[in-house]
């Protein structure tokens, strides 16, 4: 099932509360950008974050799987955890620091 609008941008709004993001639609399901890097997307209504470094040791318990065929595994967060400001604001923080600058 793919992630209608509603899905997304209410997903969206939890993720603004901790850093500036925004999402754009991709082939049916979302990218989301946190400081302007894409940081993850939105797939079947579910929110996946890139792997980093940080988030191997901050989130360990985060299951991680391919968001589509063919795709790197991402960390799979929880409804919970995305309700969770002070965690999302420190899981956030630290991927992005460790995401590539956008390419010019």
Same mark, same amino acid.
């Given at each position: 099932?793919?992630?209608? #609008?509603?899905?997304?941008?209410? =997903?969206?709004?939890? =993720?603004?509360?901790?850093?500036?993001? @925004? =999402? @754009?639609?991709?082939? *049916?399901?979302?990218? $989301?950008?946190?400081? &302007?890097? $894409?940081?993850?997307?939105?797939?079947?209504?579910?929110?996946?974050? #890139?792997?980093?470094?940080?988030? &191997?040791?901050?989130?360990?318990?985060? =299951?991680?799987?391919?968001?589509?065929?063919?795709? #790197?595994?991402?960390?799979? $967060?929880?409804?919970?955890?995305?309700?969770?400001?002070?965690?999302? @604001? &420190?899981? $956030?923080? *630290?991927?992005?620091?460790?995401?590539?600058?956008?390419?010019?």
């Amino acid at each position: 099932m793919k992630t209608t #609008k509603e899905q997304a941008q209410s =997903i969206l709004e939890k =993720i603004q509360v901790v850093a500036e993001a @925004r =999402i @754009r639609p991709m082939m *049916g399901e979302y990218i $989301v950008y946190i400081d &302007e890097k $894409v940081a993850g997307q939105i797939n079947h209504g579910v929110l996946f974050i #890139k792997v980093t470094d940080f988030g &191997e040791s901050f989130a360990a318990g985060l =299951i991680k799987e391919s968001p589509y065929d063919g795709a #790197k595994p991402a960390f799979i $967060v929880p409804e919970a955890k995305i309700a969770d400001t002070a965690w999302m @604001r &420190e899981f $956030v923080a *630290g991927t992005v620091s460790e995401l590539p600058a956008p390419k010019k």
